[in-house]
């Protein structure tokens, strides 16, 4: 079939300003996106630049905006989006740095700031082997396991647009991961960073993170839950 | 301007066997870690089905168990030694991840949750053993994300997006490497006394593979054009399923579960292949099977055979093996603990494919999956330079890279992450102290030279050629020819072909010219590097006139142990390729027939 793909272009060598290149393409409609940008880069124009390694939607290194909305690009089929005619975008709120390339560091550094690591300091189990935890208590938190910090949450946020010193849904849902995960200690620093002007409070819960979540996280739900325990002070 | 920044520890690649690495060297020495991704973008995130341990939590099992059957696995060209060492440390290793934090999926009495993969046995009873440690179908991804976290509270310092290009070797020992930053197109140099090259597989040279683009062989192909061999390169597993046409892997915990593998007849056909445990029988061994299952017509449409794990399959078989749960019930599932067990594997198939696994088979292909060879290390991780053992002081290599060789001939499912794990920490460990007990070696005169030469000749080609078309022709004739089965026709086909290749190559222009993300100088240098690897991989599996695991040759059918039970060694010298063999270590297990 045949594609038109319209793609932003900002190559900061040359370009004062960005412009859109438009690129005509022969797909088949359960190629990836992902695939056709190859194929560009292949054939047409060798200086298109984005990020990719995985090519199934796990190393969350092609998140950008496809028509109007985040998706990965390994993870959209062109038949899922229904038209033959593509805008593709990189993620807003990021600086642009070539193409679809953006700079990633304030996204890992609000990551970093909700201390996402296991916090424990009892000693461990005196026979070495593993801490218990039921089935259960490992439910509790599963969801917020199976982010891969691709960043379609936070740069689909209105909130995160108007204000990127907040710290944006991948990193509440980080620190929810570690929050209820039944053998850390750290939920009271964490409740206390995401109290703060930056934190939780910013969320307006206008759902656009759960719907750009290629790993189909309840983050709402799970920016909900923090609240809830900011407020009543326990863990639910 | 090129920089020069100066560390005890220099680690090159940030997945899981980086990671761990950095982990361990950091405590005892300047370390710094450089990764052309983003560390938590590394391929240790893709693996899917556990973690191997002879923890015992649900049934009897012992690491010498988990050692004989990476032994068997192996097609006894694994070194005995190493896979005894890493078999007892993995008990250890996976306790240290859960106390990193690691959620893995947990027993009813709160333990770590395992379950049956290939190759892995009771060794009484020759039955399948709950032996792989799991995070229901996305282990890998819990590993790599629990690591990066762990060196986010260790502070370890990340060089991200820094594409290695060069080592430096000084008076015989390891001086540094060369790297460019992606995002701004300069050299820097880093001086370390010791160097880990943790750069993964290379499993791009194959035109179905599960593997990232990424995965380019760069640490093995930067080794060899300083004059280190790569070591058992004529071995790549081939996974029996990938998803048909796109390669993406269905784990084999998807098996575990009680998932069944059926020609067009709708026939389990491993029954007549592997009697014992069937479609849990080596990765090489189904891919085999698969193969002529298609040679015999019986692929479906011709070209796939289907994985079928709808419940009614799968208890329909279950009650046919008499399989039972760890309390002596019957095994019977519902497609709602289906879901619960493979959830990453549903999306998958379903955003693919549009298949829901519960209620359709899923057509499955062999894919590219893994390479058992690579940089010769012994089992603590120290680079091995020729057939006697010598290392080359300085440098360490640990995961898909390296080849101590626990994996031999073929590597067993889970396998690859207790690798990671296991030489990740124990490189890390060493290089530390190496690094403690010397001083730095001085760099070379022109320490950049090397690597400059390597990016002029991308930018000077004429620009009659394609690097696209010419990645393209690669991986073909690879698939074809350097596939599950061999010939020698094919075999000397391809290393023709990979020739003739190279010449082309030399007339590809990178056309991209800047120096920011310039992308198309990358990728045309990955491919530089398949390009190599290509080379000796065909040439030493043409010289290898047995069948042993990964490595099948249908004019050589039988595992000749008299003149093959030995390692290859391939050293690379312009478009020259000349070939070595070292011994197999053996301790407790003597050769014999491989049955599953």
Redo the contacts between chains.
């Keep these: 079939m045949h594609y038109k793909l319209r793609i932003y272009r900002f190559?900061?060598?040359?370009d004062t300003k960005p412009h859109y290149t438009t690129f005509e393409v022969e797909a088949e409609p359960?190629d990836r996106v992902l695939d056709v940008l190859e194929q560009i880069?292949?054939?047409q124009?060798?200086?298109l630049?984005?990020?990719?390694?995985?090519?199934?939607?796990?190393?969350?290194?092609d998140a950008m905006r496809i028509n109007g909305r985040n998706y990965l690009a390994c993870?959209v089929?062109l038949r899922d989006l229904d038209v033959s005619e593509i805008t593709i975008e990189p993620l807003l709120g990021l600086r642009v740095?070539?193409?679809l390339?953006v700079d990633?560091e304030p996204f890992?550094d609000h990551y970093?700031s909700v201390l996402?690591?296991?916090i424990?300091d009892d000693p461990?189990p005196a026979d070495?082997?593993?801490?218990?935890?039921?089935?259960a208590?490992?439910e509790r938190?599963?969801d917020t396991?199976?982010c891969?910090?691709c960043a379609a949450c936070t740069t689909s946020c209105p909130s995160y647009w108007a204000n990127s010193e907040y710290v944006g849904p991948a990193a509440i849902v980080n620190a929810h991961r570690?929050i209820y995960?039944s053998?850390?200690q750290g939920a009271e620093q964490r409740l206390k960073i995401l109290n703060e002007q930056m934190g939780v409070w910013r969320c307006r819960t206008a759902f656009n993170c759960t719907e750009a979540c290629p790993r189909?996280i309840k983050i709402t739900q799970a920016i909900g839950e923090v609240k809830r325990a900011i407020q009543t002070g326990k863990l639910d | 301007m090129t920089q020069t920044h100066t560390f005890d520890v220099v680690i090159v690649g940030a997945g899981g066997a980086g990671l761990m690495a950095a982990l361990y060297a950091s405590r005892n020495a300047k370390t710094a870690v450089l990764s052309k991704l983003y560390p938590i973008r590394s391929h240790t995130g893709a693996a899917q089905g556990g973690i191997g341990a002879a923890l015992g939590n649900l049934e009897e099992d012992h690491w010498e168990w988990h050692a004989f059957d990476t032994v068997k696995g192996s097609d006894y060209l694994g070194d005995q030694d190493a896979i005894e060492f890493m078999c007892r440390e993995a008990v250890q290793s996976v306790y240290d991840l859960e106390h990193f934090g690691l959620p893995f999926s947990r027993t009813a009495d709160g333990r770590i949750a395992q379950r049956p993969f290939g190759g892995h046995t009771n060794n009484v009873t020759g039955k399948p053993v709950r032996r792989s440690c799991y995070a229901a179908d996305r282990t890998g991804h819990m590993i790599l994300q629990t690591l990066f976290q762990q060196c986010i509270k260790n502070n370890t310092l990340f060089f991200d997006e820094y594409q290695v290009l060069d080592l430096l070797i000084e008076n015989g020992r390891t001086a540094g490497v060369v790297a460019v930053e992606i995002a701004t197109g300069e050299m820097h140099v880093f001086q370390a006394k010791a160097v880990i090259f943790a750069t993964g597989g290379h499993g791009r040279l194959w035109e179905i593979t599960s593997n990232a683009y990424s995965y380019t062989g760069d640490g093995v192909a930067v080794t060899m054009r300083r004059g280190i061999p790569a070591e058992d390169m004529e071995f790549f597993q081939f996974h029996p399923t990938g998803i048909y046409k796109l390669g993406i892997l269905i784990t084999e915990a998807v098996r575990g579960e009680g998932g069944i593998l059926l020609n067009k007849d709708g026939e389990r056909f491993m029954e007549r292949y592997a009697p014992h445990i069937k479609d849990l029988a080596s990765r090489d061994v189904i891919s085999r099977s698969i193969y002529l299952e298609m040679k015999a017509g019986k692929g479906v449409n011709d070209h796939y055979m289907l994985l079928d794990v709808r419940p009614e399959t799968v208890n329909k078989y279950a009650e046919l093996d008499g399989r039972t749960r760890p309390d002596g019930t019957p095994y019977r599932v519902t497609a709602q603990e289906i879901l619960s067990k493979i959830p990453d594997i549903t999306d998958f198939c379903v955003t693919y494919l549009g298949v829901d696994p519960v209620k359709e088979p899923i057509p499955i292909q062999p894919t590219a999956h893994y390479a058992m060879g690579g940089i010769p290390t012994n089992k603590l991780g120290e680079v091995v330079i020729d057939d006697q053992g010598t290392v080359l002081p300085g440098l360490y290599a640990a995961g898909e890279c390296a080849c101590v060789s626990v994996h031999g001939a073929n590597r067993l499912g889970t396998n690859s992450l207790v690798d990671l794990i296991v030489f990740g920490k124990h490189a890390g460990i060493q290089a530390a102290e190496y690094a403690a007990g010397v001083d730095f070696q001085s760099l070379p005169q022109d320490p950049t030279g090397l690597a400059r030469q390597q990016i002029e000749k991308l930018t000077s080609g004429d620009g009659s050629e394609k690097a696209v078309t010419i990645g393209r022709e690669l991986k073909k004739v690879m698939f074809d020819d350097v596939g599950v089965f061999r010939t020698a026709e094919g075999l000397h086909a391809a290393v023709e072909k990979v020739k003739e290749l190279s010449e082309r190559f030399k007339h590809v222009r990178v056309t991209d010219s800047g120096k920011i993300f310039n992308m198309d100088l990358l990728n045309t240098w990955e491919l530089s590097n398949m390009l190599d690897l290509a080379l000796v991989t065909a040439l030493a599996a043409e010289a290898r006139t047995e069948s042993r695991g990964g490595h099948a040759r249908e004019d050589f059918p039988q595992r000749d142990d008299v003149n093959w039970l030995k390692h290859s060694l391939a050293w690379l010298d312009g478009q020259e390729v000349r070939l070595g063999y070292k011994p197999v270590v053996i301790t407790n297990y003597a050769p014999k027939e491989r049955v599953y």
């Design positions: 190559q900061p060598e040359q359960t880069r292949g054939e124009d060798g200086t630049a984005f990020r990719r390694s995985c090519a199934h939607g796990v190393c969350g290194s993870k089929l740095v070539k193409d390339i990633m890992f970093k996402p690591y296991l424990n461990l070495g082997k593993e801490r218990l935890q039921s089935p208590d490992r938190f599963d396991t199976k891969i910090l570690f995960d053998r850390d189909e």
